[in-house]
C-alpha cells in the first residue's frame, strides 16, 4: 500500500460481487480497501474482509457503520440494492467522496435521489460496467440510427442466474436507452416488457424485451435487429463477473479527479458522444 492509494470502501462485502471487488482491490494498483460493509444485524459483523474474500487475512473487520468508513476513504463502490444505495448516495454527498454506483433496478424516485447526491459527491452510475457492454452500447445506438425504424425491429434478449431479483436486467435496459437514442424517442413509452395472449402485431418502432433466469450464467445480452430477409444480431457474454469489479475500479480512479456530478462509464472511457 501507497500513500497515495485510493482508499476504497466496500459495501455488501459478503456477497458474490463484493467479495469480488475485495479480490481484486488487493489485485490493482493505486487503490487499497479502507472498509468493508455489510447490513446491520448480518453474522458477518466483525469477520476479517480479507478472510471472507479469500485473499487471507486484512486486518479490517466488516462493519456496519457506513458514515464512518466514508469519512476515512476517497471513494465507495456499491453493488446492492436500490433503497441502500439512495442513502450511500447521501451519505458520499456529506463526506465529498466518489461513489460508484453499479447497482441495478432503480426507480425514477430513487435516480432523482442519486442526481441531487452528485451535486456533491462524484457519481458514477451504469447499468454494467463493463468495457464490452459500454462498447456494445455504441454500437447499438449507431445501429439504431442507421437502420429506418419502419423497417428493422429492435429486441433485446437477456439472461441471467436464477438469483438475480429485478428484470429487465440493467444492462438490459442500458442496451435499450441506447436503442432509443438512437432512434432520437424515449425508451420508456416504446418499451415492451412483456407479451403474454393475443397481443395482435408488433407495434412498428417499439423496443422489445425478453428476459431468460436460470443456473449460474452471469450475463448474455444480445440485441437482434430484424429486417426483410436479413438480421443483425449484436451480443456481449459474460463470463466471469470480475471484468465488472475492475471496470468499477477504473471508474472510482477515473472519478477521483472530476468535479462532482453524475457520470456513466460512457464518460470513464472516453466514449460518450455528449
Same mark, same amino acid.
Given at each position: 500500500?501507497?500513500?497515495?492509494? /485510493?482508499?476504497?470502501?466496500?459495501?455488501?462485502?459478503? %456477497?458474490?460481487?463484493? &467479495?469480488?471487488? !475485495?479480490?481484486?482491490?488487493?489485485?490493482?494498483?493505486?487503490?487499497?480497501?479502507?472498509?468493508?460493509?455489510?447490513? +446491520?444485524?448480518? @453474522?458477518?459483523?466483525?469477520?476479517?474482509?480479507?478472510?471472507? $474474500?479469500?485473499?487471507? @487475512?486484512?486486518?479490517?473487520?466488516?462493519?456496519? &457503520?457506513?458514515?464512518?468508513?466514508?469519512?476515512?476513504?476517497?471513494?465507495?463502490?456499491?453493488? +446492492?440494492?436500490?433503497?441502500?444505495?439512495?442513502?450511500?448516495?447521501?451519505?458520499?454527498?456529506?463526506? *465529498?467522496?466518489?461513489?460508484?454506483?453499479? +447497482?441495478?433496478?432503480?426507480?425514477?424516485?430513487?435516480?432523482?435521489?442519486?442526481?441531487?447526491?452528485?451535486?456533491?459527491? *462524484? !457519481?458514477?452510475?451504469?447499468?454494467?460496467?463493463?468495457?464490452?457492454?459500454?462498447?456494445?452500447?455504441?454500437?447499438?445506438?449507431?445501429?439504431?440510427?442507421?437502420?429506418?425504424?419502419?423497417?428493422?425491429? !429492435?429486441? !433485446?434478449?437477456?439472461?441471467?442466474?436464477?438469483?438475480?431479483?429485478?428484470?429487465?436486467?440493467?444492462?438490459?435496459?442500458?442496451?435499450?436507452?441506447? $436503442?432509443?437514442?438512437?432512434?432520437?424517442?424515449?425508451?420508456?413509452?416504446? $418499451?415492451?416488457?412483456? *407479451?403474454? %395472449?393475443?397481443?395482435?402485431?408488433?407495434?412498428? %418502432?417499439?423496443?422489445?424485451?425478453?428476459?431468460?433466469?436460470?443456473?449460474?450464467?452471469?450475463? #448474455?445480452?444480445?440485441?437482434?435487429?430484424?429486417?426483410?430477409?436479413? &438480421?443483425?444480431?449484436?451480443?456481449?457474454?459474460?463470463? #466471469?463477473?470480475?471484468?465488472?469489479?475492475?471496470?468499477?475500479?477504473?471508474?472510482?480512479?477515473?472519478?477521483?479527479? &472530476?468535479?462532482?456530478?453524475?457520470?456513466? /462509464?460512457?464518460?470513464?472511457?472516453?466514449?460518450?458522444? +455528449?
Amino acid at each position: 500500500m501507497s500513500n497515495a492509494d /485510493m482508499k476504497l470502501v466496500v459495501v455488501g462485502a459478503g %456477497g458474490r460481487m463484493g &467479495q469480488t471487488l !475485495i479480490r481484486v482491490i488487493q489485485a490493482m494498483d493505486g487503490v487499497t480497501l479502507s472498509a468493508a460493509l455489510e447490513r +446491520t444485524g448480518s @453474522p458477518l459483523i466483525g469477520k476479517d474482509a480479507g478472510e471472507l $474474500a479469500g485473499v487471507g @487475512p486484512l486486518s479490517i473487520p466488516v462493519t456496519d &457503520q457506513p458514515l464512518e468508513a466514508f469519512v476515512h476513504a476517497d471513494g465507495v463502490i456499491d453493488f +446492492t440494492a436500490p433503497a441502500a444505495t439512495v442513502e450511500f448516495a447521501a451519505l458520499a454527498a456529506q463526506a *465529498r467522496i466518489v461513489h460508484i454506483v453499479g +447497482t441495478t433496478g432503480c426507480s425514477g424516485e430513487d435516480d432523482a435521489s442519486i442526481k441531487a447526491a452528485a451535486r456533491h459527491a *462524484r !457519481i458514477v452510475k451504469s447499468g454494467n460496467m463493463s468495457l464490452g457492454v459500454n462498447l456494445l452500447a455504441v454500437l447499438v445506438e449507431q445501429a439504431a440510427r442507421a437502420l429506418e425504424a419502419a423497417d428493422w425491429d !429492435i429486441e !433485446i434478449l437477456e439472461m441471467h442466474h436464477k438469483h438475480k431479483v429485478d428484470a429487465p436486467s440493467g444492462t438490459a435496459l442500458l442496451l435499450g436507452e441506447a $436503442a432509443a437514442k438512437g432512434r432520437a424517442i424515449d425508451l420508456m413509452p416504446n $418499451a415492451v416488457k412483456v *407479451r403474454d %395472449g393475443h397481443t395482435g402485431a408488433r407495434v412498428s %418502432g417499439s423496443i422489445g424485451f425478453a428476459t431468460l433466469r436460470g443456473g449460474s450464467v452471469v450475463g #448474455d445480452h444480445s440485441v437482434l435487429l430484424a429486417g426483410e430477409g436479413e &438480421q443483425i444480431e449484436l451480443r456481449h457474454t459474460a463470463l #466471469d463477473r470480475t471484468i465488472f469489479a475492475r471496470g468499477a475500479v477504473k471508474a472510482a480512479l477515473w472519478a477521483h479527479g &472530476q468535479k462532482p456530478g453524475l457520470y456513466s /462509464m460512457l464518460d470513464v472511457l472516453g466514449l460518450s458522444s +455528449t
